[in-house]
T-cell receptor
Framework: QQQVKQSPQSLIVQKGGIPIINCAYENTAFDYFPWYQQFPGKGPALLIAIRPDVSEKKEGRFTISFNKSAKQFSLHIMDSQPGDSATYFCAASKGNFNKFYFGSGTKLNVKP | ETGVTQSPTHLIKTRGQQVTLRCSSQSGHNTVSWYQQALGQGPQFIFQYYREEENGRGNFPPRFSGLQFPNYSSELNVNALELDDSALYLC?????????????FGQGTRLTVV
């Protein structure tokens, strides 16, 4: 059973557009929701993370929206740039130890 | 750079062989987690080591085993390699504490089983 479901699988936007990636989770015990960015041949890099006590978090051009009742969260990338072209993963964990359940990933292509 | 280093970066092994992958955690981090990332998939949790003890395991068979050393570096061992073990193996280091569960990944080891 997949604990975290991610969509869409791939996304193409023009430079300056706002791609939105969605994730849904099952386990209400999850209390930490990070987003990771991965370039080909590299390990995932932490972008931004949120806890369920807030509904939104912004860091630079990246925003997480969190809906606790719907068990959903999403990543918005403002003013997207070609350098943002990468695969994005949402994840979830519970407690102090970060044993992550990852989504299946979204491959983002930002066209110039 | 995350300060988490993995070696080797690439490896080719034959089915049935054994392999050892290594991970040096970020300075000050006492926890290392290992993940398997198949092509086009999200990482899957293999196991975690905290202060040299296994601290949780995912749905992987016993032929996947690990070790953590006093300096908190870690090894992942896989015995009796199968073709499906071909993947990117990632380690993540962290220092779990209340309110902070950030984890930082290494660049991974690409294992190919032929």
């Amino acid at each position: 059973q997949q604990q975290v479901k991610q969509s869409p699988q791939s996304l193409i936007v023009q430079k300056g557009g706002i791609p939105i990636i969605n994730c849904a989770y099952e386990n209400t015990a999850f209390d930490y929701f990070p987003w990771y960015q991965q370039f080909p041949g590299k390990g995932p890099a932490l972008l931004i993370a949120i806890r369920p006590d807030v509904s939104e978090k912004k860091e630079g051009r990246f925003t997480i929206s969190f809906n606790k009742s719907a068990k959903q969260f999403s990543l918005h990338i403002m003013d997207s740039q070609p350098g943002d072209s990468a695969t994005y993963f949402c994840a979830a964990s519970k407690g102090n130890f970060n044993k992550f359940y990852f989504g299946s990933g979204t491959k983002l292509n930002v066209k110039p | 750079e995350t300060g988490v280093t993995q070696s080797p970066t690439h490896l080719i092994k034959t089915r049935g062989q054994q392999v050892t992958l290594r991970c040096s955690s970020q300075s000050g981090h006492n926890t290392v987690s290992w993940y398997q990332q198949a092509l086009g998939q999200g990482p899957q949790f293999i196991f975690q080591y905290y202060r040299e003890e296994e601290n949780g395991r995912g749905n992987f068979p016993p032929r996947f085993s690990g070790l953590q050393f006093p300096n908190y570096s870690s090894e992942l061992n896989v015995n009796a390699l199968e073709l499906d073990d071909s993947a990117l193996y990632l380690c993540a280091s962290s220092k779990p504490r209340q309110g902070n569960t950030e984890a930082f990944f290494g660049q991974g080891t690409r294992l190919t089983v032929v």
